[in-house]
């Protein structure tokens, strides 16, 4: 199983900006980033495919965050801008792609759709 490792995240003002990034052990196929707020269920942010040639994200950073990914490194990047307090989440790198989800595919991933996680990094933004 590929070991996911994210860094990146800290404290930032609304209105600013981070980049995370997750490196993985081995070649990776689709990544996906998810948030997770303390009582709320893990909910997607961005998935990209192996090439870089498809994208997928949620409603709420569309035009906010952009992910991409450098497959010499095995890494995963998000570029998050113009962030909100409604941000502040720990931020989950995922691979291991189960039950045919794809980043065309119209449905919202779950955390179902991902086998292998990182420990994630926490992104706080202040008001």
């Known amino acids: 199983q590929v070991q996911l490792v994210e860094s990146g995240g800290g404290l930032v003002q609304a209105g600013g900006s981070l980049r995370l990034s997750c490196v993985a052990s081995g070649r990776t196929y689709t990544m996906g980033w998810f948030r997770e707020v303390p009582g709320k269920e893990r909910e997607f942010v961005a998935a990209?495919?192996?090439?870089?040639?498809?994208?997928s994200y949620a409603n709420s950073v569309k035009d906010r965050f952009t992910i991409s990914r450098d497959n010499a490194k095995n890494t995963v990047y998000l570029q998050m801008n113009s962030l909100k307090p409604e941000d502040t989440a720990v931020y989950y790198c995922a691979t291991d792609l189960r039950g045919g989800w794809t980043t065309t595919t119209k449905r919202v991933p779950e955390t179902a759709d991902f086998g292998s996680w990182g420990q994630g990094t926490q992104v706080t933004v202040s008001s």
């Open positions: 990209i495919s192996w090439s870089g040639s498809s994208t």
